[in-house]
Nanobody, 122 residues
């Protein structure tokens, strides 16, 4: 599975952005996909993940109620809708995939995309 994240940019506090993760490969519909982020000087952290079917989702506490992860297997794409953005959401965001949900939650998925920068500032 090859992944490419896009959609980052500059947003004001309280604003919104939607990130996209486009995938290629015949097994995309059978993998768990997650979003992660890494701020300067900090470790990469888990943000959200979605099951292969799209039915099951899970969020980090920092994302609950503000971010929504979704997927369209027909388009081989996973989305992260980010609302009510805060300056502390500033980071490079990555999408990644693995057949194992545990690997995604442990920030150890096998397949990583390149990052997209999200900056939240007035």
């Amino acid at each position: 599975v090859q992944l490419q994240a896009s959609g980052g940019g500059l947003a004001q506090p309280g604003g919104s952005l939607r990130l996209s993760c486009a995938a290629s490969g015949p097994t995309f519909s059978s993998v768990v996909v997650g979003w992660f982020r890494q701020a300067p000087g900090k470790e990469r952290e888990f943000v959200a993940r979605i099951s292969w079917s799209g039915i099951s989702t899970y969020y980090a506490d920092s994302a609950k109620g503000r971010f929504t992860i979704s997927r369209d297997n027909a388009k081989n794409t996973v989305y992260l809708q980010m609302n009510s953005l805060k300056p502390e959401d500033t980071a490079v965001y990555y999408c990644a995939a693995d057949p194992s949900s545990r690997a995604v939650l442990m920030v150890k998925p096998n397949y990583w995309g390149q990052g997209t920068q999200v900056t939240v500032s007035s």
